[in-house]
């Protein structure tokens, strides 16, 4: 069964960093694209990142691009991403999402249940 | 960036009624890259269909996705209770931007 599990999520000030993880299970994640995906408050889906399987290729939202970066370890099965410079605008819910194939960019049958980033003084 | 309006932005409808919610994209989806996803609240998206027509694995067939080119189309026929909840559309293979969604209530 596949599982992905988040976490890293909190409560930040404006200007501050945090890293969201993703530990994933139950398919070979080496051969898997991956994405976030935040959602804010009472709005709507918003794809931030992905990254090939390899880790060679990431993609970033121009919301996002410039302070958000998207890594993995293959080695532990996890995705991470670190968002610096961070803004209220950045609060949300953030998920984890797997892809099935290669490259990143498609889209996702597999989602984890998501982590709350909150930035605020 | 291909930008996607979905309506209406709520549908209000009973149970048993058919649902048809629109996607409409500013530029041409290549290959129908678009799919469709259901949103209950406190919940995960779940991917209804991709590929604008292929049903997910263990989506019940009430659920078809129609379209091509700008124009797409989730048809729920016969409405479950369980299936009042937000759907959104995404179009995928670039910069993936989805749809703003559209809330489907109980009448």
């Known amino acids: 069964e596949v599982q992905l599990v988040e976490s890293g999520g909190g409560l930040v000030q404006p200007g501050g960093s945090l890293r969201l993880s993703c530990a994933a299970s139950?398919?070979?994640?080496?051969?898997?694209?991956m994405n976030w995906v935040r959602q804010a408050p009472g709005k709507g889906l918003e794809w931030v990142s992905g990254?090939?399987?390899?880790?060679?290729?990431?993609y970033y939202a121009d919301s996002v691009k410039g302070r958000f970066t998207i890594s993995r370890d293959n080695s532990k099965n996890t995705v991470y991403l670190q968002m610096n410079s961070l803004r209220a605008e950045d609060t949300a819910v953030y998920y984890c999402?797997?892809?099935?194939?290669?490259?990143?960019?498609?889209?996702?049958?597999?989602w984890g249940q998501g982590t709350l980033v909150t930035v605020s003084s | 960036e291909n930008v996607l309006t979905q309506s209406p932005g709520t549908l209000s409808l009973s149970p048993g009624e058919r649902a048809t919610l629109s996607c409409r994209a500013s530029?041409?989806?290549?290959?129908?890259?678009l799919a469709w996803y259901q949103q209950k609240p406190g919940q995960a998206p779940r991917l209804l269909i991709y590929?604008?027509?292929s049903r997910a694995t263990g989506i019940p067939d009430r659920f078809s996705g129609s379209g091509s080119g700008t124009d797409f189309t989730l048809t729920i026929t016969r409405l479950e209770p369980e299936d009042f909840a937000v759907y959104y559309c995404?179009?995928?293979?670039?910069?993936?931007?989805f749809g703003q969604g559209t809330r489907l209530e109980i009448k």
């Open positions: 999402a797997k892809d099935p194939g290669f490259q990143p960019l498609l889209y996702s049958a597999y």
């Open positions: 139950g398919f070979t994640f080496t051969t898997y694209a």
């Open positions: 990254i090939g399987a390899s880790g060679g290729s990431t």
């Open positions: 530029q041409s989806v290549s290959s129908n890259y």
């Open positions: 590929g604008a027509s």
């Open positions: 995404q179009q995928y293979g670039s910069s993936p931007p």
